[in-house]
């Protein structure tokens, strides 16, 4: 038996945990998950698993000096643990050992580590080379999250609803000032239509994600990671690389990160599913006759995806083929013009996608079928691919799925309403069931 490292993350946002032995996975959970309140930061050291060695995914010390410079209150400390990695570190750690790549480059980007906020590391014949790009205030994902607050949305939580928007807009605001101000403390309100304000932040954003591309990644195989790396948008403008982005390149995949840079070699990295196992039998033949009778249902069976994206075995899905998006929208409680993802089988992806595209949807690519309620109003798609491999209930469901509507995709959406936490537990699932009326397997 080798030793067994904890890895966590919290006291900012999204507290997490991440358990490894021998480069093997043993468990990575979200608190959120756990507590049902959105973004907890707080870890419960109650249900944390016994480990050797815990390791904090960022240096507590520098980050209450910069809080203090900063105007903000020191961060308080919760979990006691043995060492401490560098949040930028952690970052470029998870990325690098659940990846197949040995040299790279490894590009991180989100709004604020201890005292930096975008690090390129470069990998070569096993010697790491480390450059720090910019320092705070001087941030992409502040500039990206102080637009996010002064349209009314939460920040560091719901950028991803100003990615959505941004295709209903036109990029008419000069953005470009916001990596000259310190963002932090917000940004003075813009005249102009919400939906142009955020097609603006997108492009900005993209525009210098690309510059850093360009000026500091010369290897072909590029590793994204931070918060930023979640903005599938900008992600499918870059070309001529090998990208790999590990599915929870926020915070709370630094736990993991954490431990592996303990361990210091590859982890075995298999799948997201990772967290809370609901085990129970699914008879996909069942889901599909219901799913052709009430055209939604909810899935919860096997391990908890270990990201912010359901990938199958937390999901709400749907029949693609109606005009299903506003009222699965309301069902999540969610604005109507928000969007949402087709998983497919994999070997009909390219029939009706074409761009970027894996199994994890941090690509978008425009497709070419007329079923609207996975295509976004620009025509594209954030696709997810399921291999046969997959580890996932969503394979056979799909497969049967095909088998009797020759339709080779679902709608597929987190299992959860706006403002909550996915569904962790069968208890979760049957309240989920009981409250908003959806039948969940």
């Not at 699914?282 to 919860?300: F, T």
């Not at 391990?303 to 999901?315: D, I, T």
Request: charged share 25%; hydrophobic share 35%; with cysteine.
């Amino acid at each position: 038996m080798g030793m067994k490292i904890l890895g966590i993350s919290e006291g900012s946002h999204d507290a997490a945990w991440c358990l490894i032995e021998d480069g093997e996975i043993l468990e990575a959970h979200h608190m959120e998950r756990h507590t049902q309140l959105k973004n907890d930061k707080w870890l419960n050291k109650k249900i944390l698993p016994k480990a050797d060695l815990i390791v904090g995914h960022e240096i507590k010390n520098n980050v209450s000096k910069r809080r203090k410079l900063s105007g903000q209150s020191k961060i308080d400390q919760n979990i006691k643990v043995r060492k401490e990695i560098n949040h930028h570190d952690s970052h470029a750690w998870a990325g690098w050992s659940t990846s197949k790549f040995e040299d790279c480059d490894i590009l991180v980007v989100d709004a604020i580590g201890e005292a930096q906020t975008t690090v390129v590391y470069k990998i070569r014949n096993g010697v790491w080379h480390k450059k720090v790009i910019y320092d705070y205030p001087k941030s992409l994902g502040l500039g990206y999250s102080a637009v996010t607050s002064m349209l009314g949305y939460k920040p560091m939580e719901e950028e991803y609803i100003i990615m959505g928007l941004a295709s209903y807009g036109e990029p008419t605001v000069d953005l470009s000032y916001l990596l000259d101000i310190n963002c932090h403390k917000g940004i003075e309100s813009i005249q102009e239509k919400p939906e142009n304000i955020a097609a603006s932040v997108q492009h900005w954003y993209e525009k210098e994600l690309l510059k850093l591309i360009n000026v500091y990644c010369d290897h072909q195989n590029l590793i994204l990671m931070g918060g930023c790396a979640l903005n599938c948008v900008a992600n499918s403008k870059i070309k001529n690389k090998n990208i790999w982005i590990m599915p929870n390149p926020g915070d709370a995949g630094s736990a993991l990160g954490a431990a592996a840079s303990i361990y210091g070699k590859k982890i075995n990295w298999t799948s997201p599913y990772l967290g809370t196992n609901i085990n129970q039998d699914i008879n996909p033949k069942e889901v599909i006759n219901y799913l052709l009778k009430k055209s939604v249902c909810g899935v919860a069976n096997g391990k908890a995806e270990f990201g912010p994206r359901a990938l199958g075995n937390r999901s709400l899905i749907a029949d693609p083929r109606l005009d299903i998006k506003d009222t699965v929208n309301d069902i999540k409680k969610r604005q109507r013009f928000r969007p949402f993802a087709p998983a497919i089988l994999e070997e009909y992806a390219n029939e009706y996608f074409d761009g970027p595209m894996n199994e994890y949807m941090q690509f978008v690519a425009k497709a070419k079928h007329d079923y609207k309620s996975v295509t976004h109003i620009d025509g594209t798609a954030r696709v997810q691919i399921v291999k046969p491999n997959c580890q996932s209930i969503i394979r056979p469901i799909l497969e049967e799925w095909y088998e009797q509507t020759k339709c080779p995709m679902l709608l597929n959406t987190s299992l959860n309403i706006k403002g909550k936490p996915m569904v962790d537990n069968i208890n979760h699932a049957q309240l989920f069931e009981d409250y908003y009326n959806v039948k969940v397997f």
